[in-house]
């Protein structure tokens, strides 16, 4: 191998070496190391993301030397070293995308393709920080990257991982990495190889080295040969470098250098031998005296200032040794020169472009007038193709220079980027098509390696701009003429055509180093010969050297297209294909995140991701294969993309509306759940014998109406059914699920009545049902943060609310759930049938029923979920129908859940798992039903004697866990399960276990007791006995006293033992005793009136009772209570009459009547005299005691009539031949004046009573036109019909008034009642009277008598001795004595 001399002498001859492998001599082989090789095992093709390097200024801090290490041994002989071809590592057969020539999609569209190529030397894989640059050479096939001391080429097309590549140690290499790196290019191939050339350029020192051949290095034996010259570049100034070097074969080379200079390079003399010349371009103007490049130089010396040169190209090589170079510099000044062969050069154009391209940058595109001109930039431009179709780009019909320039105008945070269509002539600078780059506005990176690039690869339709980090694809293609097209021409705006960005990594530290064009059909790059090598492109491409991540192609596929009406775009749906398909590659150098000039809508995203994720579930992406081996395989692929598609969502931060974000969900449900259903299916598949494999799967796909499932083409090979339907119909998975109980129904109405058969198909159809359902929640409650519904609140896999706005979930449709619950509840019924008994020819096969008795939990937990879903969402929506539905399906549900779990718990024998569930979904009643029924079960198991001390001690354990899990339900549940255990113990009569068996649950007995009235009899005795709580007793038993109570004898006593319990809560005082605020009345007034209608129906039951003593039963009393006491007069009327009948059956029945109730009994039916005395009284009692004031006053009006109307007063009213007497007689047996004599008795009609006398004029007309509370929610006909029958009362009524005198007798008797009375009074007064002076009589006789007494007693007491005794007649001796005494 050939290396340049140090000391500037003739550099020695290379060594060639034959394609075999050769025996290294000592240490000094011509090829790497073993250990070398080895080393770069580790990186492959497909896992080539490179370690996080330090960036380069730490680089050097880091190494604290100005010297570059080099890997290479010091004795290693320098030159150009073939590595050797060693076999990479296998790719994995399931790496995406691998193509034929061995390259990885990296991502694709419908417009483009980016692959990784295969062909990398392990050297580049394995330096992944350091600094390097380089360039593709499509012409030749090969690749060439430069370092700081290593110039090395390879095949970049071959389809090896490790390509036979050169190395050639570069002399006198750079001694700092801050150093311009080397420059170099492929020079064509000379007459004796194949291979072609390299010449590599130190930008630093000059130094300029020529292999005339890559390959020419390697000999069969091994002797040095020379094949490489090398020279320096006389004249350079001090700090001046080499920045560019352009090969302009085969008209020679063009360096160009920071100082704004420019040198001509030729590698050969003239007879063609390997030699350097190199000469800088000054002299005069002339085109062809002027010297070689004579007045370029001075040219650009004007306005070119140091490193001013932004480009130099060649345009196409038209003749041999003759080519056009253009020189632009970054300020805008451009020039087109002929070059020849040798030197010679002649300006064909000169303009200063950068006011007149600004002036049409800002016409063209208005919104970039406030953009400075200083802040304009020339970076690169290409030459245009001379004759194109279908292009934006001119045709070159005129001379002159077409070319294509990258330019950006600059503001503070952002560039915006131009593709500027120039024609430079002799005389002027002509502007055409100005192409705004829109997708791309991130500033130059300064510090980058290489600088923006440009390509138009023909046939021109399809550009590319290659940035540090990004290559922008852009559509030149001219769109089909219209008139919007041709005003848009016209003023220089081009319609909006394709346009993407392709981003790398900036986390992975990869950069664009180098870049070349691939193109169909084109001219070469200086390389003329046909070579093995070279690559035919298909379709027009750039290819990028990347540091860190090989060699990529981007190559636009489908260029045609472009020029359509249809033209692609970059949309939504693409990017997310793009993210989801090749975003999760390992280690994919590109970054999918959406650039900010490429933002879509919400919207946008949100019906793109719902479109991709449907063409997914359908297989109709092109990503995926749609003809599996493996269907596992490929759901589990398909369900990997839709977590994915989730993944990137959500890293991408895209405000999804809700709907969405449920319906992206629930396609991967659905995916999720397909996986789950195909491994039960190919499981039982597996299992069943050859002829026998068709199941119900396979009968489930061929029941779907064609509507619901995609059709196979038998033409097209597509036979399986089943696998097809998870191919392409997974989608509509839901219209699968009912079916799977369809199928059982239909089979048996077909004949098929077989148990056996029924019970297997209904296992698969377990299968199907449980692997979908249970999968879609499962997969649900884990991904509900992924798919940004983290603050809904599941409740068991469903939605515990908020169901509004939201589409029906599938999981839950109606033909889901009700069938779901059929199959249920058959599945349960041929359990219970089969299960536990001996096997019978016939019969289902134990395996299959215990399989599917361990699967009826799992399968009532589904049923149960998916109904109450169903259930939620029809009450979460606004039509009737839906609410209807609801209500039919809950109700259905509950029925169905409650035996289903019986059925489990009992027939079945899985009492733990229905109390698993009973608990899981809160269905109480069950819950307290089975958990007691354990809890008694366990309990007597416990005390039964013979147990083993084994089983007893199991017994005791389980009787304590069931205990404490009873317990636990109090904390969990709270007061919805002491209802529900409290109403089961009342329901089975257990009052003592209700009140004695949770003493530590006392706080749940009271509070349930309390809220349920009709547990009234057995809360008070609570509040007693357990809380001590006699007001609240009280309240209890009054509450239920009056409102609830019917019983008579039972409300007398619950209001009595009210009023005592209340007595006994009150406080005590010493001085006032039990304190009751105003003796009670207004606190117990509701009590004492209920007590004192309750004495007066007392009343009214002892006059009917003795007739009806002998009565056998309820009935007969009622009809001998009828006989004896109902009114004849009443058959006109009836009404009346069915009012007397009901409130007679309520009284022999002892039910409590209310006031209206008693007064209609008092006033229609009849009696003795007895009753006929008290009967209107009692009803004028009544009215006192629970009605209102409107009430009272119509119903005495109704009273007195029907006492008025209760005697003939035509009898009455004819005294004719009677005395006064007789006729005052006659007027005090009639009901009214009986009825004024017991109201004046009673005080009735004192001025504090509502009582009072109503006149005959007054009671006509009640209850006429207006009836009591009791009627007001009756139908109107039914109160017409109660108002006639009064208005008969008032016909009665009339005549009396009108014709006997009815008002006159009504005051008599009730002046006569008042005479009477007051006479009762007196002759009581008189009594009184005379039995006071009697009393005060006797009281007097007795005094009288005491004193007598008393005197005698005392004379006896004091007195002496009859003989001795000497009275004085002085009465103040005995007083003395007294006091002496």
């Known amino acids: ?219 069969l034996d091994l002797r040095l040969q020379r094949n490489g010259v090398e020279t320096t570049i006389q004249g350079m100034f001090s700090g001046e470098t080499v920045i560019q070097i352009l090969n302009a074969e085969s008209a020679g080379f063009v360096l160009t250098f920071s100082s704004g200079r420019i040198a001509y390079m030729s590698v050969r003399d003239g007879q063609g031998r390997p030699a350097i010349t190199i000469q800088f371009l000054r002299g005069g103007t002339g085109p062809v005296n002027s010297g070689i490049f004579g007045s370029l130089r001075n040219a650009l010396s004007s306005s070119a200032g140091r490193g001013d040169i932004a480009a130099v190209r060649a345009g196409p090589q038209e003749k041999v040794g003759e080519r056009n170079v253009v020189v632009a510099t970054a300020k805008g000044k451009i020039q087109s020169w002929n070059m020849h062969r040798g030197g010679h050069t002649a300006l064909n154009a000169e303009a200063e472009g950068r006011e007149p391209i600004v002036m049409a940058i800002k016409r063209a595109i208005p919104v970039m007038t406030d953009l400075h001109l200083e802040s304009f930039e020339i970076h690169d431009f290409t030459y245009t193709p001379k004759s194109v179709t279908d292009s934006q780009i001119v045709d070159q019909a005129e001379t002159g220079a077409h070319i294509l320039l990258l330019t950006s105008l600059s503001e503070r945070h952002n560039s915006h980027y131009f593709l500027v269509e120039i024609v430079l002539k002799r005389d002027e600078m002509s502007i055409g098509n100005i192409r705004a780059i829109k997708s791309y506005t991130s500033p130059i990176n300064r510090t980058a390696t290489s600088k923006p690039r440009i390509y138009l690869p023909n046939p021109a339709l399809v550009a590319y701009v290659v940035f540090d980090r990004a290559v922008v694809v852009l559509s030149m293609a001219m769109r089909p003429d219209s008139p919007d097209l041709q005003l848009r021409v016209e003023s220089h705006i081009l319609p909006q055509s394709f346009e993407d960005v392709i981003d790398f990594r900036e986390d992975l530290n990869v950069e664009i180093v180098g870049s070349g064009v691939e193109e169909p059909r084109g001219p070469s790059h200086g390389i003329e010969d046909a070579k093995t090598r070279r690559h035919k492109a298909k379709h027009p491409a750039v290819v990028l050297i990347v540091r860190g991540g090989g060699v990529v192609r981007v190559a636009a596929t489908d260029i045609t297209k472009l020029a359509s009406s249809r033209a692609q775009q970059v949309t939504a749906k693409s990017k997310l294909e793009q993210a989801i398909f090749f975003g999760t590659m390992d280690q994919n150098p590109l970054s999918f995140a959406v650039r900010p000039e490429l933002q879509f809508s919400s919207e946008e995203v949100s019906e793109a991701a719902l479109e991709l994720s449907l063409d997914i579930l359908k297989s109709e992406t092109p990503h995926i294969p749609s003809v599996p081996a493996s269907i596992h395989q490929n759901l589990e692929k398909r369900s990997a993309a839709l977590q994915h598609l989730a993944d990137y969502l959500k890293a991408s931060g895209v405000a999804l509306d809700r709907a969405t974000k449920w319906k992206l969900l629930w396609n991967a449900e659905k995916m999720r759940a397909a996986v789950l259903i195909w491994k039960r299916y190919d499981a039982c598949v597996r299992e069943k014998a050859v002829g026998q494999k068709r199941g119900l799967l396979a009968e489930v796909v061929d029941f779907i109406h064609e509507d619901y499932k995609t059709q196979p083409v038998p033409e097209a090979g597509e036979l399986d059914r089943v696998r097809h339907w998870f191919i392409r119909d997974v989608w509509n998975l839901e219209i699968a699920i009912p079916w799977a109980y369809q199928v059982i129904k239909y089979t048996y109405q077909d004949g098929q009545k077989d148990h056996n058969y029924v019970m297997n198909i209904i296992s698969e159809a377990d299968d199907l049902v449980l692997g979908a359902l249970q999968g879609a929640f499962d997969f649900r409650t884990a991904n509900l943060e992924l798919y940004g519904l983290a603050d809904e609140e599941l409740e068991h896999g469903i939605l515990k609310n908020n169901y509004e706005k939201l589409p029906q979930f599938w999981t839950s449709t109606f033909y889901v759930a009700e069938n779901l619950r059929k199959q249920t509840q058959l599945a349960g019924a041929l359990v219970q049938e089969y299960w536990g008994k001996d096997p019978q020819e016939g019969h289902p096969s134990p395996v299959v029923v215990n399989k599917v008795r361990h699967e009826y939990s799992t399968l009532i937990d589904v049923a149960i979920r998916s109904n109450t879903e169903c259930v939620r969402w029809d009450f979460a929506q606004g039509s009737h129908e839906n609410q209807i539905e609801g209500e039919q399906i809950e109700v259905a549900q509950s029925s169905a859940q409650e035996e289903q779990l019986r059925i489990l718990a009992t027939s079945l024998d899985l009492a733990d798992e229905a109390i698993e569930l009973a608990e899981k979904h809160e269905i109480l009643p069950i819950l307290a039903v089975v958990l007691q029924y354990e809890v008694e079960f366990s309990r007597q198991k416990v005390s039964e004697p013979g147990h083993s001390q084994e089983e007893e001690g199991h017994w005791e354990d389980r009787y304590r866990d069931l205990r404490n899990r009873l317990r636990a339900c109090f904390a969990k549940f709270g007061t919805k399960w002491a209802t529900a255990l409290f109403e089961y113990e009342v329901g089975i009569g257990s009052m003592q276990d209700l009140l004695d068996g949770l003493p530590e649950e006392q706080e749940y007995l009271t509070a349930f007791l309390r809220s349920r009235p009709e547990y009234a009899k057995v809360a008070w005795i609570n509040e007693v006995t357990r809380e001590k709580n006699f007001v609240q007793a009280s309240k209890t038993l009054l509450d239920l006293g009056l409102t609830r109570e019917m019983d008579l004898w039972s409300k007398k006593i619950e209001l009595s033992m009210g009023k005592l319990a209340l007595l006994a809560g009150r406080n005590y005082s010493q001085t006032n005793g039990i304190i009751i605020p105003d003796g009670g009345k207004t606190e117990l007034s509701s009590v ?294």
């Open 1088 to 1381: 004492h009136e209920q007590l004192a209608l309750i004495k007066i129906q007392d009343q009214i039951y002892e006059v009917v009772l003795p007739s009806i003593a002998n009565a056998i039963d309820e009935n007969a009393e009622l009809q001998l209570a009828l006989e004896s006491h109902g009114n004849k007069s009443l058959t006109s009327r009836p009404t009346f009459t069915s009012f007397l009948e009901e409130s007679m059956t309520r009284l022999v029945k002892h039910e409590a009547m209310d006031a209206l109730a008693l007064i209609d009994l008092l006033t229609l039916m009849t009696g003795d005299e007895d009753l006929r005395s008290a009967q209107f009284y009692l009803a004028l009692q009544a009215t006192r005691y629970g009605l209102n004031r409107d009430d009272q006053r119509l119903t005495q009006r109704i009273i007195w009539r029907r006492c008025m109307l209760r005697d003939n007063w035509a009898d009455i009213n004819n005294t004719e031949q009677k005395d006064d007497q007789q006729v005052s007689e006659q007027l005090s047996k009639t009901a009214l004046y009986q009825t004024f004599l017991s109201c004046l008795r009673n005080r009735l009609f004192d001025e504090t009573s509502p009582v009072k006398p109503v006149s005959p004029e007054d009671v006509l007309g009640a209850g006429t036109e207006e009836l009591d509370h009791r009627f007001t929610g009756l139908d109107v006909s039914i109160r017409e019909k109660i108002m006639k029958d009064m208005q008969a009362e008032d016909v009665l009524l009339t005549p009396f008034i009108k014709s006997c005198r009815l008002d006159k007798w009504y005051q008599t008797a009730l002046v006569q009642a008042k005479q009477d009375y007051a006479e009762e009074v007196n002759d009581v007064n008189d009594d009184g009277r005379k039995m006071t002076e009697a009393e005060q009589t006797l009281k007097q006789v007795e005094r009288g008598i005491k004193e007598n007494e008393r005197k005698k007693a005392e004379s006896l007491l004091h007195s002496k001795p009859r003989h001795n005794l000497k009275a004085n007649g002085h009465v103040g001796s005995f007083r003395r004595s007294i006091k002496q005494y």
């Open 1 to 219: 191998m050939f290396s340049p001399s140090q000391n500037g002498a003739a550099p020695p001859a290379s060594v060639r070496t034959s394609r075999r492998r050769q025996r290294p001599l000592s240490n000094e082989g011509s090829i790497v190391e073993p250990k070398r090789k080895r080393q770069r095992s580790a990186l492959n093709e497909q896992t080539f993301v490179p370690p996080d390097g330090a960036p380069e200024m730490e680089e050097a801090k880091h190494h604290k030397t100005a010297a570059l290490v080099r890997n290479e041994s010091v004795r290693e002989v320098s030159g150009p070293h073939r590595e050797m071809v060693v076999r990479g590592k296998k790719s994995r057969s399931a790496d995406r995308s691998n193509k034929g020539d061995g390259s990885v999609t990296l991502t694709t569209n419908d417009t483009y393709t980016v692959s990784k190529l295969p062909a990398f030397p392990d050297r580049l894989r394995a330096d992944v920080t350091g600094r390097q640059h380089g360039a593709i050479y499509s012409d030749s096939g090969y690749a060439l990257t430069l370092t700081h001391t290593h110039a090395i080429v390879w095949p970049y097309v071959v389809s090896s991982p490790s390509p036979e590549t050169f190395a050639f140690e570069l002399p006198q290499p750079s001694k700092h990495t801050s150093s311009p790196l080397p420059i170099g290019t492929l020079v064509s191939a000379s007459t004796s190889s194949s291979d072609p050339g390299l010449v590599v350029v130190i930008p630093s020192t000059g130094k300029v080295t020529y292999w005339e051949s890559i390959s020419s290095a390697a000999t």
